[in-house]
Structure formats: structure tokens, C-alpha cells
């Protein structure tokens, strides 16, 4: 039921013709239903080159972003603001153009180690970007996921809770939750319960282990993630997301703080890990069939 996709981070660093082709080929091998792109320089995307090679290995694509500080749509100062905005419409250009079904991350704040708590006047400047990205993305068919992050990567959505505030704030259909079980670990008072904070409100997800490497082997209590997703009957994508220091992006790992080696052989974190995903929805489902059949 759910779509299963794999973080381009775990095959390559950069987004070069060859790094494009090899992430592509090695997660439609796998058996991935897509692959999650990173577009924090969205300049450094060929699109045409990229649709080329996702239908010819024929998976699809989501994309995903942090805002830099200078963009900051939370920012009180106008002009940062409408940096911000300027950056979303080139993810979302970007998106459009190699046909991703989702663009999510962090959206709607700077992707840093903030100094300082968020403002009223900040959260409202993000709120009035996002109303407009969520509307032009409906038009796209793309779906917008604020991915809700550890307080050392923001200071505007580090809980479910406070994601789905968020979107009433917003007040566009299109806008939805992004939760990911690394950043859950950190700041929830329970895997299970910030998955039903969201409930329907949940529209992208990722997966990651407490150190970000193998799954399972963390300290993640997965078995209560997917029973949760379960219970809230999520039906949307599941991306695998880990990084290790043997595959370097200097934008993202520097920022994510990857500076130990978990991983070397890629292709044998990315075939366990969906194997781990699809035999723990497979159980999650079994268990609520049960509890549902008395
Ligand atoms: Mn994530």
C-alpha cells in the first residue's frame, strides 16, 4: 500500500550525470518505488537529464530541502523572507519538472542550529509562504510535506503536534505533516503518539535509525512506529534515510552533523532496509487485522 522510497544520500554525494544515473539504476534494482533527491542547491540539478534516467529506470522521485539561513521564510526581515519564497518556487520548478509526487523537508525555517526561540511574527511569515507554495504545488500535483526536525536543525517544528498547528495555520489541503523517526527519538514523548497526533495529517515519512545507520540496529522502537502508521491507516510514501561519513555531500552531511562511518556498501544497507521497512508494515498490518477481526 505504501510507496517505498530510498534517500539519494545513500548511493551518491553530488547529483552529476554519472552520481544521477548510479542512484537511479541501483534503487529501481532494489526494487524501490522511488528515489528521494536533494535540492538544496537546486541549480545543481539537470532536470531534463534526471527524468531522462527515472523513466528509463522507471521509478519516480520526491524532493527535499532545508532553507539556508539567508532564505529563512521564518526570518522577521522581509527581504529574507521573499528570498525563501524565490527558493521554494526553484525547488518546486524543479519538482515539477522531473515529475516528483511530494516535495518535503524544512520548508519553512532555516536548516540550522538556531541561537534563538522562533517568533510570532516569524511563524506568520512562513505560514503566508507556505499558503501560496501548497496552492501553486496543488496545481503541480505535488504534495508539500514540513518535515518535523530535532531542535538542533530548527526552532519552529519539532513535534507532530506542532507540525499539524502549523497547517491549520497555513489553511492549505495541500500542505502536510512530515515526520521522521530519527527526529521523533529526540524530541516526542512517544513514537506511537506523535504518529497519531498527526493522523490524517500525515503525508510523508521517513525512516531512520537513532545513529541514522542500519535499521534495527539503533535504538528505535520500530515495531511501535509501524504499528502506529497502521493504526492511522497511512497510506502515503515511506522513504529510507541514512547517511554515513563513507558517502560525503558537503551541503548535507556537514549540516547533519555525519561525521562517523556506520555504512560502506550501499547496496546492502538500501536491500536490508527494505526488506526491514516492507516485513515490519507487513507484521503492523497483520496485528491491527487481528484486533480488528474481534
Ligand atoms: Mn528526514
Redesign the pocket.
Known amino acids: 500500500m505504501n510507496k517505498l522510497g530510498v534517500h539519494a544520500l545513500v548511493w551518491v554525494g553530488g547529483w552529476s550525470h554519472e552520481e544521477c544515473e548510479i542512484a537511479i539504476s541501483k534503487s529501481a534494482k532494489l526494487g524501490y518505488d522511488y528515489i528521494e533527491i536533494p535540492a538544496l542547491d537546486p541549480s545543481s540539478v539537470d532536470t531534463k537529464y534526471t527524468l531522462k534516467q527515472l523513466e528509463k529506470y522507471k521509478i519516480g522521485a520526491t524532493v527535499s530541502l532545508g532553507l539556508p539561513i539567508h532564505s529563512d521564510i521564518s526570518s522577521e526581515d522581509p527581504n529574507i523572507v521573499s528570498k525563501g519564497e524565490a527558493m521554494l518556487n526553484e525547488a518546486l520548478q524543479l519538482s515539477s519538472e522531473i515529475g516528483a509526487t511530494h516535495m518535503c523537508g524544512i520548508l519553512y525555517s532555516g536548516f540550522t542550529k538556531y541561537m534563538k526561540p522562533k517568533t510570532e511574527k516569524g511563524m506568520q511569515n512562513a505560514a503566508e509562504v507556505l499558503y501560496r507554495i501548497g496552492e501553486k504545488a496543488k496545481e503541480h500535483n505535488i504534495q508539500i510535506g514540513l518535515?518535523v526536525v530535532n531542535r538542533y536543525e530548527t526552532n519552529l517544528l519539532n513535534t507532530g503536534s506542532e507540525g499539524v498547528a502549523m497547517l491549520n495555520r497555513i489553511g492549505s489541503s495541500n500542505v502536510n505533516v512530515h515526520l521522521?523517526s530519527?527526529h521523533m527519538h529526540i524530541e516526542e514523548s512517544g513514537l506511537g503518539n506523535a504518529i497519531r497526533d498527526c493522523g490524517p495529517n500525515l503525508g510523508y515519512f521517513?525512516v531512520?535509525e537513532s545513529h541514522r545507520g542500519y535499521l534495527g540496529s539503533g535504538n528505535i522502537d520500530f515495531k511501535e512506529v509501524f504499528r502506529a502508521l497502521a493504526e492511522i491507516k497511512y497510506s502515503g510514501p515511506i522513504t529510507f534515510?541514512s547517511f554515513s561519513s563513507a558517502v560525503v555531500s558537503p551541503e548535507l552531511s556537514n549540516i547533519l552533523g555525519i561525521w562517523r562511518n556506520l555504512w560502506e556498501d550501499s547496496e546492502d544497507l538500501a536491500r536490508h532496509a527494505k526488506a526491514f521497512m516492507e516485513v515490519n508494515i507487513k507484521s503492523a498490518n497483520e496485528t491491527f487485522r487481528d484486533k480488528e477481526d474481534k
Open positions: 518535515e521522521d530519527y521517513h531512520g534515510e
